[in-house]
């Protein structure tokens, strides 16, 4: 009996697409990685210090935009990045008639240690009727929503994962927020970010 294939961030995105014939184009962002805020800074007279740079907001290095068939053919040894840096795919998608959507979004990055079935619970209570999966990202995990959101949607989505504090870093969704969009990652690094975000078994969760 032959395993399972993985499969990967750039495949469970390109399977989202592929159920939504009325995308147009989607967006990719090179970036650099390193050692984020809160490693960096842990404690109450650290982070207190360097509130200045708690406000930097980081600016993409490259964007690339394809047509809706062009990411569908997309191969990972595509995605070519320099040292420290990785694609991330962002949430804003344009759809047929030049409008945008976004495709539901979340990176578990907790403040308090939080378990996989902590995570399953709350998505369970605030995503209902949504089709999702979720990926380990080597540290903590990513989240991906079947169903497309409206502006007002996505804000929505993202006010309702800040609610039970332990789950989400604010400042996640406070760089998203001032972005736009949200943001996850395709590729791996093998400093910072070693692992290529994988679809975790039994991670599909259908509600009814």
Known sequence: MHAPLKRYSLDVIQEIISLHPE??????????????WRQKYGTHESITSHFEEALDQEVPLKIKHYLRNDFLQL????LIAGEHQVWSFTSKVTMAD???RH????????????????IIGFIELSEPSTKGAILSSGR??????????????WLQFNARFLMPVILVSPRYIGHRLRDGYSTLRLTSDTTFKPKVPEL???SYIFYQ
């Open 140 to 153: 903590y995990f990513h989240y991906y929503g079947y169903t497309l959101l409206s502006e007002d949607e």
């Open 23 to 36: 995308i147009k184009s989607v967006q990719l962002i090179l970036h650099d990685v390193a050692l984020n």
């Open 75 to 78: 191969q990972p040894e595509d």
């Open 200 to 202: 975790i078994d039994k």
């Open 98 to 100: 030049d409008t945008f």
């Open 103 to 118: 495709i539901p979004m979340m990176n578990f990055h907790p403040l308090q240690e939080a378990t996989l079935e902590d």
